[in-house]
C-alpha cells in the first residue's frame, strides 16, 4: 500500500511496552522497512505516540520540536530514585497541611520557561552510555540543566495525597521530573504516579488508533482515512510556492532564489521551517529562512532566500 509510505500513524500507547516496542510492533504488523516515533514515552505512561512510516521518517525532526500536553498524577509525601512510582522511595515529607490552594499557587510557579534537570534514569546519554545505565549500577553524575517550557499547568483535583493536572509544554519536559520538583515547592516531596500524553501538536488522544485497531483497519481497507498524510501532518509549517520552471531543481535540493519565488506569507524570519507546495499541493520539500523579512525587498533577484532541509519528492 503505497499511501503508507509517507503517512503518519498516531498511535496510542498503553502502559507497559517501550516506545521502541510499539514501533517495532506497527513496523511488523504493517510490513513496512523503516518507522521512527515522535517523542519516547516511558514504560509507564500511555497515550499519544506519532510514528512516522517509511519516507515520512523524514519529516521527524520537523515533529519532534512540537509542544506537549499530558494529563499527570503525582502522590506527596515521597520521593523516589526515578522520580516515578516504579522506583525506590527515598525521601518523606509530611502533606498534611497542603491544601488545593497550597497546590495551586505551586503549579503556577512552574509557568514560564525554565531550567530542568534531566532525571539520572533517563534515554539523555554520558560519553554515549544511556543516565538509566548508569543509574542501574549505582552511579549518579551531574546533568547540566536544559532550557524547557510550561505554556500551562492546570489544577484539576486533589484526593488525599494525590493531585491530578493537565501541564502543555515544550519538547524535552519530564514531567516526572517537574512532579518531583513541585514536591520541593511544596516541601513535602512528591513522586508521579501516572502520566498520560494527551496531545503532540496535531496529534490528539481522540484520533489515536491502538495496535489491534492499527491492524484491523490494515486487513478490512480502511487504513487509508486513518493515518495522516504528510501535507496534514505538516501543515502547522507556512507554506510558500515557486514557479513552475523550479520545480525540478527542487527534487535536487537545489536553494530557493528570490526569482523563484511564487508565492510566499507575509512574514519571513531567518532559521524559521517553510513547506513548499507543488501541484495538487503535494509538499515536495521542507526548506530554511535565510533572511529576514526586513531585507528580502533589497534582495537581488538571484539572491538566495531559503536553503533545502529536507526534500520530500
Given at each position: 500500500?503505497?499511501?503508507?509510505?509517507?503517512?503518519?500513524?498516531?498511535?496510542?500507547?498503553?502502559?507497559?511496552?517501550?516506545?521502541?516496542?510499539?514501533?517495532?510492533s506497527v513496523?511488523?504488523?504493517?510490513g513496512?522497512?523503516?518507522?521512527?516515533?515522535?517523542?519516547?514515552?516511558?514504560?509507564?505512561?500511555?497515550?499519544?505516540?506519532?510514528?512516522?512510516?517509511?519516507?515520512?521518517?523524514?519529516?521527524?525532526?520537523?515533529?519532534?520540536?512540537?509542544?506537549?500536553?499530558?494529563?499527570?498524577?503525582?502522590?506527596?509525601?515521597?520521593?523516589?530514585?526515578?522520580?516515578?512510582?516504579?522506583?525506590?522511595?527515598?525521601?518523606?515529607?509530611?502533606?498534611?497541611?497542603?491544601?488545593?490552594?497550597?497546590?495551586?499557587?505551586?503549579?503556577?510557579?512552574?509557568?514560564?520557561q525554565q531550567?530542568?534537570?534531566?532525571?539520572?534514569?533517563?534515554?539523555?546519554?554520558?560519553?554515549?552510555?544511556?543516565?538509566y545505565?548508569?543509574?542501574?549500577?549505582?552511579?549518579?553524575?551531574?546533568?547540566?540543566?536544559?532550557?524547557?517550557?510550561v505554556?500551562?499547568i492546570?489544577f484539576?483535583?486533589?484526593?488525599?495525597?494525590?493531585?491530578?493536572?493537565?501541564v502543555r509544554c515544550?519538547a524535552?519536559?519530564?514531567?516526572?521530573?517537574?512532579?518531583?520538583?513541585?514536591?520541593?515547592?511544596?516541601g513535602?516531596?512528591?513522586?508521579?504516579?501516572?502520566?498520560?500524553?494527551t496531545?503532540v501538536?496535531?496529534?490528539?488522544?481522540?484520533?489515536?488508533?491502538?495496535?489491534?485497531?492499527?491492524k484491523?483497519?490494515?486487513?478490512?481497507?480502511?487504513?487509508?482515512e486513518?493515518?495522516?498524510?504528510?501535507?496534514?501532518?505538516?501543515?502547522?509549517?507556512?507554506?510558500?510556492r515557486?514557479?513552475?520552471?523550479?520545480?525540478?531543481?527542487?527534487?535536487?535540493?537545489?536553494a530557493?532564489?528570490k526569482?523563484s519565488?511564487?508565492?510566499?506569507?507575509?512574514?519571513?524570519?531567518?532559521?524559521h521551517?517553510?513547506?513548499?507546495?507543488?501541484?495538487?499541493?503535494?509538499?515536495?520539500?521542507?526548506v530554511?529562512?535565510?533572511v529576514?523579512?526586513?531585507?528580502?525587498?533589497?534582495?537581488?533577484?538571484?539572491?538566495?532566500?531559503f536553503?533545502?532541509?529536507?526534500?520530500?519528492?
Amino acid at each position: 500500500m503505497s499511501f503508507t509510505l509517507n503517512s503518519v500513524v498516531n498511535l496510542f500507547k498503553p502502559i507497559g511496552p517501550t516506545s521502541f516496542d510499539m514501533v517495532w510492533s506497527v513496523r511488523k504488523a504493517l510490513g513496512v522497512k523503516k518507522a521512527g516515533h515522535i517523542g519516547t514515552l516511558d514504560p509507564m505512561a500511555e497515550g499519544v505516540l506519532p510514528i512516522c512510516l517509511n519516507r515520512s521518517t523524514r519529516i521527524i525532526q520537523f515533529l519532534s520540536p512540537l509542544q506537549k500536553t499530558y494529563r499527570a498524577t503525582l502522590e506527596l509525601g515521597s520521593s523516589t530514585d526515578t522520580q516515578d512510582a516504579t522506583g525506590q522511595k527515598i525521601s518523606f515529607g509530611d502533606s498534611s497541611l497542603v491544601t488545593d490552594s497550597k497546590v495551586k499557587q505551586a503549579l503556577q510557579a512552574f509557568v514560564g520557561q525554565q531550567d530542568q534537570i534531566p532525571p539520572m534514569y533517563s534515554a539523555k546519554k554520558k560519553n554515549g552510555i544511556p543516565l538509566y545505565k548508569l543509574a542501574r549500577n549505582g552511579i549518579n553524575i551531574p546533568r547540566e540543566p536544559v532550557k524547557i517550557t510550561v505554556y500551562s499547568i492546570d489544577f484539576i483535583k486533589k484526593e488525599g495525597a494525590q493531585v491530578f493536572f493537565e501541564v502543555r509544554c515544550s519538547a524535552g519536559t519530564y514531567i516526572r521530573t517537574l512532579s518531583h520538583d513541585i514536591g520541593e515547592k511544596l516541601g513535602c516531596c512528591a513522586h508521579m504516579v501516572s502520566l498520560t500524553r494527551t496531545q503532540v501538536g496535531l496529534f490528539d488522544l481522540e484520533r489515536t488508533l491502538t495496535l489491534e485497531e492499527l491492524k484491523a483497519a490494515n486487513e478490512d481497507g480502511s487504513l487509508c482515512e486513518k493515518l495522516f498524510p504528510l501535507e496534514e501532518a505538516l501543515n502547522f509549517l507556512p507554506a510558500i510556492r515557486v514557479k513552475e520552471e523550479y520545480l525540478e531543481s527542487i527534487s535536487h535540493g537545489v536553494a530557493l532564489s528570490k526569482c523563484s519565488l511564487d508565492d510566499l506569507p507575509d512574514q519571513l524570519k531567518m532559521g524559521h521551517y517553510f513547506r513548499v507546495l507543488g501541484n495538487n499541493d503535494k509538499i515536495l520539500a521542507v526548506v530554511e529562512a535565510v533572511v529576514n523579512q526586513d531585507s528580502y525587498t533589497s534582495l537581488a533577484p538571484e539572491d538566495i532566500v531559503f536553503k533545502a532541509k529536507r526534500v520530500l519528492c
